[in-house]
């Protein structure tokens, strides 16, 4: 990127996206949830004991949170990217779109082809 002007030949490296996204080390992370039902009834002796009781384990893993907020910041910034014009002199960056083309171009969602 010299002399201020935007490189034509920028892409989106979709392996890279995809890795950012898709965080290896999030699908390890895992949660584990309880839900217990308890279902209380009278005795012979007409006091309230416990009948039943039934406990349902949810395992699975935690990474669907992540994912989807990762997933609506690329999608967000190749947004904010759509605006800008390839000639920047004639056009200025903003603040936002010069910061979401360098973090992209910083964690390699975005390189250059020749």
Same mark, same amino acid.
């Given at each position: 990127?010299?002399? @201020?002007?935007?490189?034509?030949n920028l ?14 080390n ?5 949660? /584990? ?6 279902? =209380?009834g009278?005795?012979e002796?007409g ?8 406990? /349902?384990? +949810?395992? @699975? ?9 990762? =997933?609506?910041l +690329?999608?967000t910034?190749? @947004? ?17 779109q ?8 910083? =964690? @390699? ?6």
């Open positions: 990127m010299e002399d @201020g002007k935007l490189n034509e892409v989106l490296d979709l392996n890279e996206i995809k890795e950012f996204v898709f965080e290896e999030s699908k390890t992370e895992k949660t /584990h949830d309880n839900e217990i039902t308890e279902t =209380y009278l005795n002796k006091k309230q004991t416990l009948l039943s009781r039934v406990i /349902h384990e +949810v395992k @699975g893993s935690d990474f669907t949170e992540k994912e989807t907020i990762r =997933y609506d +690329v999608k910034f190749i @947004g904010m990217l759509d605006n800008v014009e390839l000639d920047t002199s004639l056009t200025p960056m903003s603040l936002g010069r910061m979401v083309l360098n973090t992209m171009i910083n =964690y @390699g969602l975005i390189k250059e082809v020749n």
